[in-house]
């Protein structure tokens, strides 16, 4: 008999075990990489005007003539700043989009950007950077005369401005399309199963303490198997970052990698893995409390 209860136990202790080392990755992911108010917030500590007057330059700059391009540069970073706000509303509104389609909420991913309502913007803006710094070869013509030619060359571009822009599944590569795919339906299992962890480890809890019939015993192999899995995982938790933030992120250090991206990414380790730090604070705590409680109760109240 207690062959079979010191096997039941060692089970139950095994299962536990397992199931508390689990319940830190799921709070995780569930603070995280799931939870797209995380991902625009931490998309929020990047300095993306700089790096968005960099990429539209690079980009744009090439199709420029070149008696424009002195002009040009101004502009464009106006252009940008203007429509900051506007452009972290859209990114907003497809992390959301593409989120509800990735946790279940949605069938497809599919949704249209507003360009049309930027043309006011992009407009006044070049117009205003146009009239004040006009190519060399135009700086001497009247301020009405070049408003005349700004007017003209813009609603020939303007032309080529649709009024919305679509964002679907049918842009998106289709590899990466597979795999995102194979991503949603794992997604769709953990939120299935991982919803009754909790209740596992519930029963988990109460079948050793009935097994014990002993607060003393029982509370000991609770507090020891709460203390050993919140202990290791801040030891974990101190080395991932470390080992990542030593031999990862150095190899970003190449040319053509902005130096804020890499302290940015340096920052997105420490979010992601606070979550479970505070789970494992918590789970060690009060494994040591169960501990306490176990030297310090006394059988004769137990009888």
Known sequence: MNVLKGLALGILGFLLFVALSFLGLVIMLNQTVLKPDFVIGE??????TSLAKEQV??????????????????????????????AKQQVNNVI?????????????????????????TLHDTVKETFLKSPPPQFANLPPALLEQGFEQAYSQIAGFIPQTYPVNESMIPAEARSVIRQVKTYIGYYQTYSRWLIPLIVLLV???VLLHRSVKRATRELGVTALVVGGGALVELYLIP??????????????????QL???????????????????VWLAAAGVILLVVSFIYKPTEEQ
């Open 206 to 208: 109460l079948g050793i």
């Open 96 to 120: 959301y989009r593409f989120y509800d389609y990735l946790l279940g909420k949605t069938q497809e991913f599919s949704l249209q950007i507003p360009i049309g309502e930027i043309k006011g």
């Open 57 to 86: 330059r690079a980009q744009v700059m090439p199709m420029v003539p070149a008696e424009f391009r002195t002009a040009a540069g101004p502009a464009i970073d106006n252009v940008v700043v203007k429509l900051e706000p506007w």
């Open 262 to 280: 890499q302290t940015w990414l340096s920052q997105l380790l420490n979010d992601l893995f606070a979550p479970i730090q505070l789970y494992a």
């Open 242 to 259: 470390y080992l990542l933030n030593r031999f990862l992120l150095p190899q970003l250090s190449v040319p053509g990698v902005p130096a």
């Open 43 to 48: 998309l929020e500590k990047l300095d993306v």
